[in-house]
């Protein structure tokens, strides 16, 4: 697996072509097939998980220390990509099990890695992160779930909503309140997982888009924790969090890219068949201006989040900037592609016999979650490089 790290800016190595390809190929043909039938029925891709697993590509971030595949954040990307590019709802299985566990990565301490990253590797266990609440989004500094220390345990109390794979995933990287007078400074991180005594999850949201990926709301009433399940320092967790979104928006800039890929993939073949006037459409001066637009968009998009890529890997000083940067232009550009590939179908694109519909949909999330694009000019705007 791809773990170059002498890299500047971003030039894909032959290993992250090589890995494309792999990807690539398994999710036309054992991904693909799915993906309009776990959209329609929102339901959850057994199926891509199954072959994700073996083929090694769930969690393809975990070190090679903790028995994973070791990847540099170049081949992840690439991995969320190309899964993406098929079906939005199954390359949340690699981005959230990043994102689920990165805090751990990044903070937690050698036997919590060695915990909890074995069972991730292996395909045994998903990872899911909790940090919005109900009254908690943008604001998540402003959560109210509890984490009250009880001789060698913590006792947590809350709720957290928008969890992506809530019910499916074992683990749970919890954010809570410990010290409530210090705000940011007050809050914790926690491992809890599912089968811990007080975990539940409420009914599936009824989603516009992502209908595959199950979000819920994760119940903790009194759920009993061994202290050794903290993630890093007590106070910490707030900091380890926004480090995490630092590094997981460019996942979320992967997944816009394969979504957008894929839309125009698909518009480009139907403009050469689809015939008007007596010659194929995409012989239209108006057509191609359309896709022109739609691959410059896209191609700048994939140099931002290549670049981001490269600084999530480095540990660079600016990737805030450029993390936020990558998500909000790559969601963009995505929400803007699929929009026209739709446009591009007619009224088959509006159809549910047509992916492109399922794609415009799909894309409009990438502009929410992990922080909204007007939060992440926020954030560019307070960490200009």
């Given amino acids: 697996m791809a773990g170059n790290k002498d890299f500047d800016l971003y030039r894909p190595s032959e290993e992250h072509d090589e890995l494309r390809k792999v990807v690539r190929s398994l999710a036309e043909a054992k991904i693909a097939p799915y993906a309009a039938e776990v959209?329609?029925?929102?339901?959850?891709?057994?199926?891509a998980l199954d072959a994700l697993v073996a083929a090694d590509l769930h969690a393809v971030h975990v070190p090679e220390e903790f028995g994973g595949a070791g990847a540099d954040a170049l081949a992840t990307v690439i991995v969320i990509e190309e899964v993406a590019r098929v079906c939005a709802s199954s390359s949340l299985i690699p981005a959230v099990n990043k994102l689920g566990s990165l805090p751990v990565v990044l903070s937690g301490s050698e036997e919590l890695k060695r915990k909890y990253l074995g069972p991730l590797a292996k395909g045994d266990a998903m990872f899911s992160y909790c940090l919005s609440e109900p009254d908690a989004g943008s604001d998540a500094a402003g959560m109210k779930t509890k984490a009250v220390r009880d001789g060698d345990h913590y006792v947590l109390n809350g709720?957290?909503?928008w969890i992506t794979n809530a019910g499916v995933s074992e683990y749970y990287t919890v954010m809570a309140v410990t010290d409530p007078s210090?705000?940011?400074?007050?809050i914790s991180a926690f491992v809890v997982e599912k089968s811990d005594e007080g975990v539940s999850f409420g009914a599936p949201e009824k989603k516009l888009g992502i209908k595959?990926?199950?979000t819920r709301e994760v119940y903790l009433d009194n759920v009993r924790i061994p202290a050794d399940r903290m993630i890093g320092e007590e106070g910490t967790g707030?900091?380890?969090?926004?480090?995490?979104?630092?590094?997981?928006r460019v996942t979320i800039a992967a997944q816009a890219l394969g979504i957008a890929q894929g839309a125009l993939d698909y518009a480009k073949g139907y403009v050469q068949e689809r015939k008007q006037f007596g010659k194929p459409i995409a012989d239209f001066q108006g057509i191609q201006f359309m896709l022109a637009d739609m691959a410059m968009k896209l191609e700048a998009a994939r140099q931002l989040t290549y670049a981001a890529a490269a600084k999530s890997e480095r540990l660079d000083g600016d990737l805030t900037f450029f993390g936020a940067a990558a998500k909000c232009y790559a969601s963009d550009a995505a929400m803007e592609i699929t929009t026209d590939a739709v446009q591009l179908l007619g009224g088959y694109g509006y159809t549910r016999d047509y992916p492109v519909e399922r794609m415009m949909r799909d894309a409009k999330i990438t502009q929410i979650y992990e922080g909204t694009n007007q939060v992440q000019r926020i954030v560019m705007a307070r960490n200009l490089p």
């Avoid at 959209?39 to 199926?47: A, L, N």
């Avoid at 210090?182 to 007050?186: D, I, L, N, P």
């Fill in 39 to 47: 959209d329609e029925e929102g339901r959850f891709p057994q199926e």
């Fill in 182 to 186: 210090k705000r940011s400074k007050g």
């Fill in 159 to 161: 709720v957290k909503r």
């Fill in 238 to 248: 707030f900091a380890t969090a926004m480090k995490t979104l630092d590094h997981t």
């Fill in 212 to 214: 595959g990926s199950p």
